[in-house]
């Protein structure tokens, strides 16, 4: 890829201030956790809704950014140098992430999620996962969703070889997708994109449950190794072990 092609650096410093290098533009975004300073070079007008997503993802995935952060469009169009519709733009499509959420009179802010509702999410998926696995046992040992699976774990493992926490986020859920899909069962798939959203912002919000980079790409090898055995008491046993609603951090509950 070409330098122009390659998405930009982007720096982040919390504290009160940061240094502004020549030629960059700076953003600073209000936090309860303090300032996110964040650079990048100047950018293309075609690019810059793009680049704001980029932006105001990394910073909310990185937590620098806490939930229910105001996200004021005046402030933002401003520091990022983009029209009120690129910004716009570019909330709506974090929105549809789930990790920005707007109301009425209040605006959009950085979207919030409930320690109990994503513990009731994972004793649901105790029961449903495997459910989905056994049932596409064969699609997903021998089809097209196999191969869907072995991307997924190996996209896991390189995020966790470049320590890039946003990529392992999207590799993790990925898998997890990918199970859902290989059953051809829209309702089963609707329901885990109903969770998707508040999923992937916990998994920003709670790393130290999740473990290592390493660790969470492992135990997805290892996820996947069992389906490959076709084994179904072992999958039921590994998806009891791999899903564990109780282990919800206090921190996250009162944090």
């Known amino acids: 890829m070409s330098p122009e092609g390659r998405r930009p650096r982007i720096w982040l410093d919390v504290g009160p201030s940061s240094p502004d290098p020549a030629g960059i533009v700076a953003v ?38 806490a939930p229910g952060t105001p996200l004021r469009e005046t402030q933002l169009s401003q520091e990022l140098a983009i029209s009120r519709g690129s910004l716009r733009e570019a909330l709506q499509r974090l929105e549809e992430e789930g990790l920005v959420q707007r109301q009425a009179f209040r605006g959009s802010y950085v979207a919030e999620v409930s320690a109990d509702t994503v513990t009731q999410i994972e004793q649901l998926r105790t029961v449903l996962e495997p459910y989905a696995a056994i049932t596409a046992l064969d699609e997903l040992r021998h ?74 790409a492992t135990s997805h090898r290892t996820l996947l190794t069992v389906i490959e055995s076709g084994d179904k008491r072992a999958i039921r046993r590994e998806f009891a072990r791999h899903i564990q609603p109780e282990a919800v951090t206090e921190d996250f509950r009162t944090g």
């Not at 650079?39 to 293309?44: A, C, V």
């Not at 896991?156 to 899909?181: C, F, T």
Request: with cysteine; aromatic share 4%; charged share 15%.
């Open 28 to 65: 600073c975004l209000q936090s309860t956790m303090g300032t996110a300073m964040v650079t990048l070079p100047p950018m293309p007008a075609h690019t810059r809704a793009d680049q704001a997503i980029a932006i105001l993802r990394d910073v909310i995935l990185s937590g620098s950014l």
């Open 143 to 216: 089809g097209e969703g196999h191969q869907a699976l072995i991307d997924a774990v190996e996209a896991l493992e390189k995020a966790a070889q470049a320590e890039d926490a946003a990529q392992s986020i999207d590799a993790h859920l990925a898998v997890h997708r990918a199970i859902y899909a290989a059953t051809q069962n829209q309702v089963l798939l609707d329901i885990w994109t109903s969770w998707q959203n508040q999923m992937r912002l916990f998994m920003a919000l709670d790393h130290r449950r999740l473990g290592s980079l390493t660790d969470i």
